[in-house]
């Protein structure tokens, strides 16, 4: 039922391990986005997939790679985990975001990663 | 570049006070502005924007209004319930894509 969804809530893993979060989202949108919150509670793009083309990519470490196998799913993966990925972070999505027209964003309830 | 900045918290208030969060933002061109709310355990939900200069956008008692010519768009709520606790995030949207910035978040507590 819930619009958009992030898996895993919270992950605590090592440093230098790999992990994945998942995001689906059944909203019919076009466009889906990851967010990082830092422990200051900065939220900043890191990226952006319409119709999983990638739109938005902004400077994100290359350990960070993204995975949209269609549009209802935007995955992130990250490799070689670094303390300073803790963060949480939060799946999105909206209709019309791969065009200037406005459109309002679906956040997900974010995914809590701990890396010790 | 483009920028939000909003007052820190936590703002703690008593029911039925006075709410203003501040928020100001540093932009090339016409951004549209939003106010985004995240309410314990759940993610964020749009709570109102402002396309251009001089709108104001209200939703839920609350209310914004969009100043050129201060930058600002401080969120506003003339008597506050225990269920508004949340945070509360003030972003901008300038250029396409919907690539939204935003701000550091304030929480709002507010008790009986």
């Known amino acids: 039922d819930t619009a958009v969804s992030q898996t895993p809530k919270y992950l605590v893993t090592q440093m230098g391990n790999d992990k994945s979060i998942k995001c689906e989202q059944n909203?019919?949108?076009?466009?889906m986005y990851w967010y990082k919150q830092d422990s200051k509670k900065f939220l900043k793009i890191m990226f952006s997939?319409?119709?999983?083309?990638?739109?938005i990519n902004e400077t994100v470490p290359n350990r960070f790679s993204p995975k949209s196998p269609d549009k209802a799913h935007l995955n992130l993966h990250i490799n070689s985990l670094e303390l300073g990925d803790s963060a949480v972070y939060f799946c999105?999505?909206?209709?019309?975001?791969?065009?200037?027209?406005?459109?309002?964003?679906?956040f997900g309830e974010g995914s809590r990663l701990t890396v010790l | 570049g483009n920028s939000v900045t909003q007052m820190e918290g936590p703002v703690t208030l008593s029911e039925e006070a006075f709410l203003t969060i501040n928020c100001t933002y540093t932009?090339?061109?016409?951004?549209?502005l939003f106010w985004y709310v995240q309410y314990p355990g759940e993610g964020l939900q749009l709570l109102l924007k402002?396309?251009?200069?001089?709108d104001k956008g209200s939703n839920k008692g609350f209310e914004a209004t969009y100043r050129k010519e201060t930058t600002s768009f401080h969120l506003e709520k003339g008597s506050v319930q225990v269920s508004d606790s949340a945070v509360y995030f003030c972003?901008?949207?300038?250029?396409?894509?919907?690539?939204?910035?935003f701000g550091a978040g304030t929480r709002l507590a507010v008790h009986p």
């Open positions: 972003a901008l949207k300038a250029g396409g894509y919907n690539k939204l910035i």
């Open positions: 997939y319409n119709n999983k083309e990638l739109i």
């Open positions: 999105a999505s909206s209709p019309l975001g791969g065009t200037p027209v406005l459109g309002e964003l679906f």
């Open positions: 932009a090339t061109g016409y951004p549209s």
């Open positions: 402002a396309t251009k200069a001089d």
């Open positions: 909203l019919g949108h076009d466009t």
